[in-house]
């Protein structure tokens, strides 16, 4: 799987937008982007995912670039709750390919009132 | 709640103790993982299962025995563990291992060996 560079950390202020990089330079063409938060101590929760274009749900929205070399995580409104540590996962779609996820450092999200 | 229940949420153990984690999944899926997570470090996955089948084994010690006695059930059978055992264990599972899903989480099985 295509190694993920992320910032170690991050701050946001309660309310506004929280833009989240990811460099993923080696991405693969069967490579999907993969974005889980987890709350401290907690059990990863999946965000979203997307392979070329842009996605977004009901958490949060995701912009692929054109030549799939990045990506940007958007909570459009953080609060409090969205505290937590973001991986960045690039994880490989096909059969007899194992499924799993290659977990790195993440980034640590500090929302502040 | 995210279907994936794992017991019990924290367990402390003696060096020469046997124990096992167990991990229930009422999703239907058909792929289940167990990862580590110690403290400071990224999750590490140690196993993966498909359809009861082990598929992966990510080098881990022969002390961590799993156990996949069908789909929807996951154990992890500890025994002579070592202190840097110690870290949270997550169960996770996915409709399958194709890696069209995503794959759901437990909350984890805090660790102490002492």
């Known amino acids: 799987d295509a190694k993920t560079t992320q910032p170690t950390s991050m701050d946001c202020a309660e309310g506004r937008a929280a833009n989240l990089p990811c460099n993923h330079s080696?991405?693969?063409?069967?490579?999907?982007v993969y974005w889980y938060r987890q709350i401290h101590s907690q059990g990863p929760q999946y965000i979203i995912h997307g392979l070329k274009n842009n996605e977004t749900n009901e958490m949060a929205s995701l912009i692929i670039t054109e030549d799939r070399k990045s990506s940007t995580l958007i909570l459009p409104h953080a609060t409090l709750r969205d505290t937590a540590v973001y991986y960045c996962?690039?994880?490989?779609?096909?059969?007899?390919?194992?499924?799993?996820?290659?977990f790195g450092q993440g980034t640590e999200l500090s929302v502040k009132p | 709640e995210t279907g994936v229940t794992q017991t019990p949420r924290h367990l402390v153990m003696g060096m020469t103790n046997k124990k096992s984690l167990k991990c229930e999944q009422h999703l239907g899926h058909n792929a289940m993982y167990w990862y580590k997570q110690s403290a400071k470090k990224p999750l590490e996955l140690m196993f993966v299962y498909s359809l009861e089948e082990r598929v992966e084994n990510n080098s881990v010690p022969s002390r961590f025995s799993p156990e996949c006695p069908n789909s929807s059930h996951l154990f992890l059978h500890l025994h002579t563990l070592q202190p840097e055992d110690s870290a949270l264990y997550l169960c996770?599972?996915?409709?399958?291992?194709?890696?069209?899903?995503?794959?759901?989480f437990g909350e984890g099985s805090r660790l102490t060996v002492l």
């Open positions: 996770a599972s996915s409709q399958d291992t194709s890696g069209r899903g995503e794959l759901f």
């Open positions: 080696t991405i693969s063409g069967n490579e999907y």
């Open positions: 996962i690039v994880r490989v779609a096909g059969y007899n390919q194992g499924g799993k996820l290659i």
